[in-house]
């Protein structure tokens, strides 16, 4: 999708609210340009030395259209404020919606945190599409009326008209691609430079080192110096057009002058007549300059919007029948059949025929060494990848024929990549789901050995967490998101590498709780810890993404 198809579908969306605009446009343009019709009336009454009731009405009328004019701006503002306020909402739960959701092979060697950064050009459409749509519409009418309204007082300003026209599509038309494209590139490395600070904040531990640190200094002036090389390109084509706007104006402004002059000195216009054209020749160059304004703002909204598009344009899960069938108190059986799985960049499968069931409350360990294909064994079962070839069955039924939410919601799912989110330790283990119940939350904490821990919190359980758990230790963080995927109530665990970083006597205790026969879930786990295999029905061993 263009940037410029995706500026047509925004404005679609809120179509209405835009016609709304345009029309208080249109009402406020025609208003501000008959008021010179008046103005040329009251300067023939002052020139006659006339002082008449006819003279106090039109003051008056004009006085009022200054006001109308107003209060069709104070409405405009009024819907591009609905409009900015729509623009934030619904990017943010499009990103919200779109993250969990994405393929896992969209976002495979992609950061996602750094994605997720594209959201702060929502503010630029916010302000940017807001002030188009006043500013611009406002000048576009003022232009085409002031045209019109010149063309009353002599034939030579329809030609002046054409001419303006003609010399106005011919400069957007010289800079529009090449504007827009420095833009997009000015932009890139402007989110490089931005991701770079990210990254030494992240690690800015690692950065106190003297040689690390000049490292990342020159990593930014490398990368700085990549922005301001693409953004003194950009600069140049808004300086062109500039350039443009100033010997265009020049021209006009003299080039009417003169002519105006001579018409009323050869008498095809009457002093008023000039007065008043004067005035909306001042008004249409001021909307012209409106434009030019406007263009180099008109490239920020769709280099942004080109921005979000880096998100949207990622395709997301969707149920390829509507039909599907969902999972509802049945014990649930996972087989795969002769299953391969191949990552993008990669020539080697990960996985390769791969046949294995998994009966109902079946206790299983995986176990391979690194890149033998366990994770992503867990990944494929939890069905956050699809088989390149293969079938994964559940209940005997394809799980394509299953409603994937209602497989899902019977997961609890574990990965290196888990950690804590920003809010309180409740927030944290429970989401906010309203039906659990303190009994049950307290008992799953001291079976996961966290209870000590809350309790030698001044604040317990509303004790605020930063991202990733930041102020607490690791063993903590793994507790914290164990205790989440249990209290989901699962009746498949599928864990990878959940108790790495806890002490091996609480280990011991957890893995003895988790493949308790007492406990009706299935387990799947991948860990070096051999106490899991003491508990296991099921060991199955990986090499070379092959079952040994």
């Excluded at 919007?305 to 014990?331: F, M, Y």
Aim: glycine share 6%; charged share 20%.
């Amino acid at each position: 999708m263009t940037p410029l198809e995706r500026f047509k579908n925004l404005i679609l969306i809120d179509k209405r609210d835009i016609y709304q605009i345009f029309l208080y446009s249109i009402f406020g343009g025609f208003i501000s340009l008959t008021l010179p019709l008046g103005i040329q009336s009251i300067v023939n009454f002052i020139q006659a030395g006339k002082v008449s009731t006819s003279w106090g009405i039109l003051v008056i009328v004009v006085v009022i259209g200054v006001i109308l004019v107003g209060v069709f701006k104070i409405m405009q503002y009024r819907i591009s404020e609905n409009l900015q306020q729509k623009i934030f909402v619904r990017s943010s739960f499009d990103f919200a919606y779109r993250f969990p959701k994405i393929k896992f092979n969209r976002l495979y060697n992609q950061y996602p945190p750094e994605l997720a950064n594209r959201f702060f050009d929502t503010l630029s459409i916010q302000k940017g599409f807001s002030k188009l749509l006043l500013d611009i519409s406002t000048a576009i009418l003022q232009i085409v009326f002031g045209m019109l309204l010149l063309s009353l007082y002599h034939p030579f300003f329809i030609l002046f008209g054409i001419i303006l026209s003609g010399l106005l599509y011919i400069i957007f038309k010289v800079n529009f691609k090449i504007g827009l494209e420095t833009s997009l590139k000015e932009s890139k490395y402007k989110y490089k430079v931005a991701h770079w600070i990210q990254e030494i904040a992240r690690n800015h531990v690692s950065f106190k080192n003297k040689d690390l640190f000049q490292f990342s200094l020159n990593k930014n002036d490398m990368l700085v110096s990549d922005y301001l090389d693409y953004r003194e390109k950009h600069f140049k084509i808004l300086k062109r057009q500039f350039i443009q706007l100033v010997g265009f104006k020049t021209i006009i402004t003299a080039g009417l002058l003169i002519i105006g002059g001579l018409l009323v000195l050869s008498q095809q216009m009457n002093i008023g007549q000039f007065v008043a054209a004067e005035i909306i020749i001042l008004t249409i160059i001021t909307a012209v300059e409106k434009l030019f304004g406007g263009l180099e703002l008109f490239y920020d909204v769709l280099t942004s919007l080109e921005k979000l598009g880096a998100v949207s344009d990622l395709e997301i899960e969707q149920e390829k029948n509507t039909q599907n069938l969902l999972l509802d108190n049945e014990e649930i059986t996972i087989e795969t059949k002769n299953v391969s799985y191949k990552y993008p960049d990669s020539e080697k499968p990960i996985l390769n025929n791969i046949n294995l069931t998994i009966q109902p409350k079946e206790k299983v360990v995986l176990q391979g060494e690194n890149g033998s294909g366990k994770s992503t064994l867990i990944r494929l079962l939890a069905k956050i990848i699809e088989p390149n070839t293969g079938t994964l069955f559940i209940n005997n039924i394809t799980i394509d024929k299953i409603n994937i939410n209602s497989y899902r919601s019977k997961i609890g799912l574990i990965t290196r990549e888990d950690s804590t989110f920003e809010g309180t330790i409740l927030d944290n283990i429970t989401c906010q789901n309203p039906t659990l119940n303190m009994s049950e939350i307290n008992y799953v904490l001291e079976k996961v050995e966290l209870i000590d821990f809350i309790k030698s919190l001044p604040l317990g359980l509303d004790t605020p967490l930063f991202p990733e758990g930041k102020q607490i230790n690791a063993s903590v963080v793994q507790k914290i998101i164990l205790a989440r995927c249990i209290l989901s109530k699962p009746d498949i665990l599928l864990l990878e590498d959940p108790i790495s970083k806890i002490s091996n006597i609480q280990a011991e205790k957890i893995i003895s709780f988790i493949m308790d026969p007492k406990n009706n879930w299935t387990v799947v786990v991948t860990s070096t810890n051999e106490d899991w295999k003491k508990y296991a029905s099921q060991v199955i061993t990986l090499e070379n993404g092959q079952i040994v």
